[in-house]
């Protein structure tokens, strides 16, 4: 047999209207399942026999009808709005919600929910809202939001948030979708990004997922790491480049991003295609932005080595002199795709804005179908800039001979200071 327990005190009355001392005469009070728009039933006694409408109308003075009481159902947590008289059903303008309520000494409804109720707010635009008072300490930069809208739920981060003008300006940037003009409930996560409470994660490794798309995954494993690191990696998205039509050669320069920030730059070369299967992929470096590419042999030299998916093995060095740190010819790795080749590979250069002779280039992968036996070919290389003190700004790819044209693909370029 269920048990009742009395509603907060809060909810007794009497009522007023905000921002002063008139009785909220004919207000109506709804109360919902916590957290949503369900509607629940409370009780007028503690043996759960009379039931109240929903809403409940309050009486001339704001207060409940007869002086009555507010009973809720033990183990049930409770969301109540209070809104004006002439709201509607569910209310579009009400004066105040309080989440997540349960009757005194309730303990079977002692439940916490990751979201506090905040402030009504006042919409401004797909991505701004106010609310009244300065409510910056608790509306921080970083703070997790939900919000109530006329297309449903929407969840956020805070941006900006400023006062001024006895209200709070909060800025947000959106999961999916954005906030509208039905805009009628705010509520902040419970953890707040000023002096959280969150621990060092110690799980192994520590996982991140897509806000949108937890299916898509990234981890940072720490085993490798040595007793009382503390490493910092600060990875950052600087450009792309889409292939189409007929282009000869990608490059980047320090007009397309800095140079001297970071201390690795990752090329992330994704289906690069050629013209024809008679072309030597190449990466070409440079000292002056672009204008001339290294090309005297051994200013660099790359050991390269493949595994070609039948079990061969194969080693072989480039250098300068041929076209460029990766060279790989038609009769090396014919590299192929239908009729015509089509390579991917990870590029990354360490300390390229190095004046000393400490940088370093590294072919992390590639991986490409053979022509001859049409296999799948899988390698890496690594090598340093022999008698090159002069900092690295600008690089090349491109198809080395043949006259071929890259005719698609995407090549993006990620900076990492750890």
């Given at each position: 047999?269920?048990?009742?327990?009395?509603a907060?005190?809060?909810?007794?009355?009497?009522?007023?209207?905000?921002?002063?001392?008139?009785?909220?005469?004919?207000?109506?009070?709804?109360?919902?399942?916590?957290?949503?728009?369900?509607?629940?039933t409370?009780?007028?006694?503690n043996?759960?026999?009379?039931?109240?409408?929903?809403?409940?109308?309050?009486?001339?003075?704001?207060?409940?009808?007869?002086?009555s009481?507010?009973?809720?159902?033990s183990?049930?947590?409770?969301?109540?709005?209070?809104?004006?008289?002439?709201?509607?059903?569910?209310?579009?303008?009400?004066?105040?919600?309080?989440?997540?309520?349960?009757?005194?000494?309730?303990?079977?409804?002692?439940?916490?929910s990751?979201?506090?109720?905040?402030?009504?707010?006042?919409?401004?635009?797909?991505?701004?809202?106010?609310?009244?008072g300065?409510?910056?300490?608790?509306?921080?930069?970083?703070?997790?939001?939900?919000?109530?809208?006329t297309?449903?739920?929407?969840?956020?981060?805070?941006?900006?948030?400023?006062?001024?003008?006895?209200?709070?300006t909060?800025?947000?940037?959106?999961?999916?979708?954005?906030?509208?003009?039905?805009?009628?409930?705010?509520?902040?996560?419970?953890?707040?990004?000023?002096?959280?409470?969150?621990?060092?994660?110690?799980?192994?490794p520590?996982?991140?997922?897509?806000?949108?798309?937890?299916?898509?995954t990234?981890?940072?494993?720490?085993?490798?790491?040595?007793?009382?690191?503390?490493a910092?990696?600060?990875?950052?998205?600087?450009?792309?480049?889409?292939?189409?039509?007929?282009?000869?050669?990608?490059?980047?320069?320090?007009?397309?991003?800095?140079?001297?920030?970071?201390?690795?730059?990752?090329?992330?070369?994704?289906?690069?295609?050629?013209?024809?299967?008679?072309?030597?992929?190449?990466?070409?470096?440079?000292?002056?932005?672009?204008?001339?590419?290294?090309?005297?042999?051994?200013?660099?030299?790359?050991?390269?080595?493949?595994?070609?998916?039948?079990?061969?093995?194969?080693?072989?060095?480039?250098?300068?002199?041929?076209?460029?740190?990766?060279?790989?010819?038609?009769?090396?790795?014919g590299?192929?795709?239908?009729?015509?080749?089509?390579?991917?590979?990870?590029?990354?250069l360490?300390?390229?804005?190095?004046?000393?002779?400490?940088?370093?280039?590294?072919?992390?992968h590639?991986?490409?179908?053979?022509?001859?036996?049409?296999?799948?070919?899988?390698?890496?290389?690594?090598?340093?800039?022999?008698?090159?003190?002069?900092?690295?700004?600008?690089?090349?790819?491109?198809?080395?001979?043949?006259?071929?044209?890259?005719?698609?693909?995407?090549?993006?370029?990620?900076?990492?200071?750890?």
């Amino acid at each position: 047999m269920a048990s009742f327990f009395l509603a907060p005190g809060l909810l007794h009355g009497p009522f007023f209207v905000p921002g002063g001392n008139t009785p909220a005469n004919g207000g109506q009070l709804f109360f919902y399942i916590a957290g949503s728009s369900t509607k629940q039933t409370v009780f007028k006694d503690n043996a759960g026999g009379t039931a109240w409408s929903n809403p409940i109308v309050l009486d001339s003075g704001g207060n409940l009808p007869s002086q009555s009481e507010i009973w809720f159902t033990s183990g049930v947590s409770y969301k109540c709005i209070f809104a004006p008289s002439t709201d509607t059903d569910p209310p579009a303008s009400p004066y105040a919600t309080w989440d997540n309520l349960s009757g005194i000494n309730d303990t079977g409804a002692a439940t916490t929910s990751e979201w506090v109720s905040g402030p009504s707010p006042t919409y401004v635009s797909g991505t701004q809202f106010v609310l009244a008072g300065d409510q910056t300490n608790t509306f921080t930069i970083g703070r997790r939001l939900k919000t109530t809208n006329t297309g449903g739920t929407i969840y956020s981060r805070i941006l900006t948030t400023s006062f001024g003008s006895a209200s709070t300006t909060i800025n947000v940037t959106s999961d999916s979708g954005s906030l509208d003009s039905g805009l009628s409930a705010v509520s902040y996560g419970i953890l707040n990004p000023v002096n959280p409470s969150i621990p060092a994660l110690r799980t192994a490794p520590v996982v991140f997922a897509d806000s949108v798309d937890p299916s898509k995954t990234a981890s940072v494993d720490m085993t490798a790491f040595a007793t009382s690191t503390n490493a910092v990696i600060k990875p950052q998205f600087l450009a792309s480049r889409v292939v189409s039509g007929a282009t000869t050669n990608v490059n980047f320069t320090p007009t397309d991003f800095p140079w001297t920030t970071f201390n690795q730059y990752v090329f992330e070369i994704q289906q690069v295609g050629s013209s024809t299967n008679a072309s030597n992929p190449g990466v070409r470096l440079s000292v002056n932005s672009g204008s001339t590419f290294l090309t005297s042999t051994y200013q660099y030299a790359i050991q390269f080595q493949s595994i070609i998916s039948s079990g061969a093995f194969s080693t072989w060095t480039v250098n300068a002199s041929n076209t460029g740190i990766l060279n790989l010819s038609d009769s090396q790795q014919g590299l192929m795709i239908g009729s015509k080749f089509s390579y991917s590979a990870r590029f990354r250069l360490l300390n390229p804005g190095s004046t000393s002779e400490a940088k370093a280039v590294i072919i992390d992968h590639i991986a490409h179908p053979q022509v001859a036996s049409s296999s799948m070919i899988f390698g890496s290389g690594i090598g340093t800039l022999s008698s090159q003190t002069a900092a690295i700004n600008g690089i090349e790819f491109m198809l080395g001979v043949g006259g071929a044209n890259m005719t698609s693909g995407v090549i993006s370029v990620y900076g990492l200071q750890n």
